[in-house]
């Protein structure tokens, strides 16, 4: 018997209906994706994860270069406090 315009399948103990001419199963009334739907939000995670990855990258890098200019901005430093009167 339909429930709320779905039906219960009681071997997936999922409800389904027909949405776009496809299947929809249901939890409770969370709608399970379509697996193009599934696809579209994993493609768009793994985008969000390139974009970290490339962004925590760059910082590093820029680290690193300041690290390596850091010997010199120190002997730069001690020279001019060399160089002022006491």
């Known amino acids: 018997m339909p429930h709320r315009g779905r039906l219960f399948c009681a071997t997936l103990g999922l409800e389904l209906t027909v949405e776009q001419g496809r299947v929809r199963f249901y939890e409770g009334n969370a709608p399970l994706l379509f697996v193009d739907e599934l696809v579209g939000r994993l493609e768009g995670l793994v985008d969000e994860l390139i974009d970290a990855r490339d ?3 760059h910082r590093a890098e820029e680290q690193a270069r300041r690290a390596e200019d850091l010997p010199r901005e120190i002997e ?3 020279a001019e406090l060399e160089r002022r009167p006491r």
């Open 76 to 78: 730069r430093l001690r």
């Open 55 to 57: 962004a925590a990258v």
